[in-house]
């Protein structure tokens, strides 16, 4: 009924896409991250405008009908999963540039314009879009700003809101708003754009961004420091910092990680070491840093090799890809926790006690310039109580990386998987806090419910 | 009646100062924004602890007592002036650092914080506070945090929200929550941490700030241009901008401005010529830098000299104190402006058009790196009609501005100053949100009323 009255709506809309064939309705059911219980949505639809999304939010507020928006589908928390009787709204095709403007040094996009086009855009005019999520090759920047992504050069250039400018917004009632400005600085009223960054598509619908510019390095310089061992290459990251050196990207992968990485590619990493520091840094100082670097990382014990621009290029390729492809016959959670930088050590240390305590696999990334691991926990999914065990140093990792000041996530957002755990981080005040401001922007509860925040716990 | 149960507060929180003496009221009235019309509080508290601030917040909820939160009192808008019936809250005893942890690369205080103090205890470490309002010497972090000062190293280091990790906040009935988190990276839950960033004491009472340090630099260097017309010194902005150098400092100062600062300070720059771009870089790469933007200002027909360590210092300072100080015989209002790098030029010549159409004094100070102007109009005290087209001049400065997509204020804040102006830059339904999230926070009104937001229009 609702359904055909939203098909009705392509009379209105006629370049608004909409699909309920079965195998659609798969494909369109989850992201990448964990499925808690699958559920398929009633319908995706495609906007190709912002009149089309307005006209949809109208159609599900009149209808009570829960939306769940989507980029790419490359999220890894669940934040686009479908949620019982939803329909997924796919900006996927709203993938415009609208501008770019060298000398304002912005750029204005539809939300489904995949980052590295963006990149490749810029990139002509001298300038980068700085953001860069591992999935940066697939994932929208709607998708990267409705999570606040992070990626390898955090640390230096920051996260996606420190690139938002401003942001034009659907609301739950198909209202258009925008937040924000143009200009790099401006302090008018609260701060929505950062508000709506990261909310994970629960307060609205973003339809537009401006996003802030970087210049392109003038030169990149790659460092890798193969350690014995992973305390002595995290204490690298330390003595970086306590050198002054503000890499573009410092990423640790542990022993475990190595050797996966030479399973997956050929390459033969473990063989250099059992840790690997991936350092790089860029602008006019790269040279002078660099040397800094290899000083610094020499004297800990590292191995240390200026690699040239290719092999550097390919390892920080593999860096990205180290999250590693699903493997059907095991059961594989990648965790996203953020620990103060001190605390690297002493948490990886915890993580690999837990391993042996609960009896799975584990190899660690870590963006180490933020403070910033990705473990992966692994069974085999014929293991009897696998999945227990699994789920306990899961919940045991992320206790601990609370109890040393970190967070459960520090870049892939709540979604759906992680809600359970945001209120060990967060006080009940401040999780009733947030529901007050949701329901100041979508009282009804329609936009992707079950996300991000908890629900009403009465 | 109230006021003597505020008293009666002492006697619970022992250290609560609560002062209702003549000269303390007038003193403690207005912040340095213009005057609209003059109130003096009903009592200036000083809060030593967080219980105080609770203490204060619970009688102030249960009496409706509006709450005025202060610092040092420095802002420009008048967001921290006395409204009818309040009470000023002073936060500037509440000064202690709580942590540094050079590690972490993060630092601990209390609202009360001196800016240029915290700077000096980073130092010691080989750390700074990047955000640098020209108020530094004088101005707290918890004031900076509430208006989301800018400063001078913005355009390379970001404004106060890029430095703030978490945010210890009394509500207006006294609950306490934190939001944010010590890590660099964080992504669970909205990001309340920027809303409140900014909100110039709406929301609630900021009282504990966690910030991210960033490394002193290595080297600095300072250029100083001189060039013939305001127009080519703005043009050295983008050429310098194209040649992919990111200052940590770029400031615009025009002919007026140079004069005033030779008065003042008996310093000849207006000598040197009629505009000055003032840059500084820093980092490894600061001499690199320095050579390129010399090389890019020399082509554009600047006298580019290199400053020695002393005299860089000097023009950085004077630069900071070009608001320069009140003048007894003299209206003067300095605006805030902020426009798309690329509208410099022109809106310098509008601006200059409308000194001579209204018959009002000019001088021009920019942080041009991020489109940031600090335009200063004046009239003699005594000029018939100064004050009406001395208005004039102002609303025709932000109309422009906005026509240019820039906002109205980039670093000083609504306040109460430039709430008029608001509605000009964002819409109603905009409006309207805002004010249904302040009353998430603040369902009575009683914290800093009639400021940064406008009130219920109905």
Same mark, same amino acid.
């Given at each position: 009924? =609702?359904?055909?009255?939203? %098909?009705?709506?392509?009379?209105?809309?006629?370049?608004?896409?909409?699909?309920?064939?079965?195998?659609?309705?798969?494909?369109?059911?989850?992201?990448?991250?964990?499925?808690?219980?699958?559920?398929?949505?009633?319908?995706?639809?495609?906007?190709?405008?912002?009149?089309?999304?307005?006209?949809?939010?109208?159609?599900?507020?009149?209808?009570?009908?829960?939306?769940?928006?989507?980029?790419?589908?490359?999220?890894?928390?669940?934040?686009? %999963?479908?949620?019982?009787?939803?329909?997924?709204?796919?900006?996927?095709?709203?993938?415009?540039?609208?501008?770019?403007?060298?000398?304002?040094?912005?750029?204005?996009?539809?939300?489904?314009?995949?980052?590295?086009?963006?990149?490749?855009?810029?990139?002509? %005019?001298?300038?980068?879009?700085?953001?860069?999520?591992? *999935?940066?090759?697939? =994932?929208?920047?709607?998708?990267?700003?409705?999570?606040?992504?992070?990626?390898?050069?955090?640390?230096?250039?920051?996260?996606?809101?420190? =690139?938002?400018?401003?942001?034009?917004?659907?609301?739950?009632?198909?209202?258009?708003? *925008?937040?924000?400005?143009?200009?790099?600085?401006?302090?008018?009223?609260?701060?929505?754009?950062?508000?709506?960054?990261? *909310?994970?598509?629960?307060?609205? @619908? @973003?339809?537009? @961004?401006?996003?802030?510019?970087?210049?392109?390095?003038?030169? @990149?310089?790659?460092?890798?420091?193969?350690f014995p061992d992973f305390p002595t290459a995290a204490a690298g990251v330390l003595a970086v910092g306590a050198a002054r050196v503000q890499p573009a990207i410092m990423e640790l992968l542990d022993g475990a990680t190595l050797t996966a990485l030479d399973e997956a590619h050929g390459s033969d990493l473990r063989a250099r070491g059992d840790a690997l520091l991936l350092i790089q840094t860029d602008g006019f100082g790269a040279g002078a840093e660099a040397d800094v670097v290899r000083s610094v990382l020499s004297e800990l014990g590292g191995t240390v090799s200026t690699e040239g621009a290719a092999e550097a290029e390919r390892l920080v390729e593999l860096r990205r890809h180290s999250r590693g492809d699903a493997v059907p016959d095991q059961l594989r959670v990648g965790e996203d926790v953020a620990v103060p930088r001190s605390a690297l050590v002493r948490y990886v240390a915890e993580l690999e006690r837990m391993a042996r305590q609960y009896r799975v696999n584990l190899k660690v990334v870590a963006h180490a310039g933020d403070g910033n691991l990705h473990p992966t926990f692994w069974v085999q999914a014929a293991d009897n109580g696998g999945r227990e065990r699994l789920d306990a140093a899961l919940d045991e990792s992320i206790a601990v990386a609370l109890t040393m000041g970190g967070t459960i996530t520090g870049e892939h957002g709540v979604g759906q998987f992680k809600l359970h755990w945001l209120p060990q981080e967060q006080r009940a005040e401040v999780l009733e806090l947030q529901r007050r401001v949701k329901a100041v922007f979508d009282p009804a509860g329609i936009l992707n419910p079950g996300k991000a925040i908890p629900g009403d716990p009465h």
């Open positions: 009924m =609702s359904l055909d009255a939203l %098909h009705d709506l392509t009379l209105t809309g006629p370049n608004l896409l909409v699909e309920t064939a079965p195998e659609v309705l798969a494909a369109y059911a989850t992201d990448q991250g964990p499925v808690l219980a699958y559920i398929e949505p009633l319908a995706v639809v495609w906007p190709t405008s912002v009149a089309d999304v307005q006209l949809v939010l109208r159609w599900a507020s009149a209808t009570g009908t829960a939306v769940v928006p989507r980029g790419a589908g490359t999220g890894v928390s669940g934040g686009a %999963h479908a949620t019982g009787g939803c329909i997924i709204l796919c900006l996927d095709r709203m993938n415009r540039i609208l501008e770019i403007n060298a000398q304002d040094e912005v750029a204005v996009v539809e939300p489904g314009m995949i980052n590295a086009d963006l990149n490749a855009a810029a990139a002509a %005019h001298g300038l980068m879009y700085a953001p860069d999520p591992a *999935s940066y090759l697939t =994932s929208t920047i709607g998708g990267n700003v409705a999570t606040n992504a992070g990626g390898l050069r955090c640390a230096k250039y920051g996260v996606t809101r420190d =690139s938002v400018l401003a942001l034009d917004v659907v609301l739950a009632d198909g209202t258009l708003i *925008s937040t924000g400005r143009r200009t790099f600085k401006g302090v008018a009223g609260y701060d929505l754009t950062s508000l709506f960054t990261g *909310s994970e598509g629960t307060l609205g @619908i @973003i339809v537009g @961004i401006t996003v802030r510019l970087r210049y392109l390095p003038v030169e @990149i310089r790659t460092i890798a420091a193969f």
